[in-house]
């Protein structure tokens, strides 16, 4: 999901990150930067969890195996904010946003583990509500029209998502519907606040 936000922001609408100087070979390779970060390294750490056998499956369909995935994703969304923020000094001075993006997801992924102390909540519609919260909060703070159609097809994919869940038996409609809502009030507050 995060590669996905950062690839429509920063093609889309790369003003308001600030990177609309910079050419669309090197925003590509922020993308890649952010893809490795926000998913390359979870998935290898999730992978070796399950090869180590402190998980049980890859699906992490029960509580005691979402516990660790999740507070070991947090803190890898949190070293790659960091270093977006304060260690690449171009990206640090012209586009913050995304350190500070990157660190509101890691909150949501730090909130879902702690939910998963005691309730499964759909991480996958946290995901997809994050997205379209920093859709919307960015469309309505910085009227950027350019986003009124990636927004509607994010609206879809969040009902697709939301029903794939709900087919797959794999969530409640309640943690379905925590999930968003988790997703959605963390990344407005974000963009609201700090962007």
Do not use: C
């Not at 995060?2 to 090197?26: A, C």
């Not at 893809?35 to 390294?41: D, E, L, N, Q």
Request: glycine letters at 10%.
């Amino acid at each position: 999901m995060p590669t996905f936000l950062f690839g429509l922001l920063l093609f889309r609408v790369p003003g308001v990150l600030g990177l609309d100087v910079f050419s669309p070979s090197l925003r590509g390779s922020i993308l890649v930067l952010i893809f490795v970060g926000t998913f390359m390294v979870p998935s290898l750490v999730i992978y070796y969890l399950f090869r180590g056998g402190y998980v049980q499956s890859l699906h992490l369909t029960t509580l005691a195996d979402r516990r660790l995935p999740y507070f070991l994703t947090a803190v890898i969304y949190t070293i790659t904010g960091y270093l977006f923020t304060f260690h690449m000094q171009v990206l640090s001075t012209l586009a913050p946003e995304i350190g500070i993006l990157i660190g509101s997801i890691a909150v949501s992924i730090l909130l879902v583990g702690l939910v998963s102390l005691n309730w499964q909540i759909s991480a996958h519609t946290v995901g997809i509500g994050g997205v379209v919260g920093v859709v919307s909060g960015l469309m309505l703070r910085f009227s950027l029209n350019d986003l009124f159609i990636p927004l509607l097809l994010l609206i879809v994919l969040a009902g697709f998502v939301a029903s794939a869940r709900l087919k797959l038996n794999a969530h409640t409609p309640a943690q379905i519907s925590a999930g968003l809502a988790l997703g959605l009030v963390v990344s407005l507050l974000t963009v609201f606040w700090f962007v």
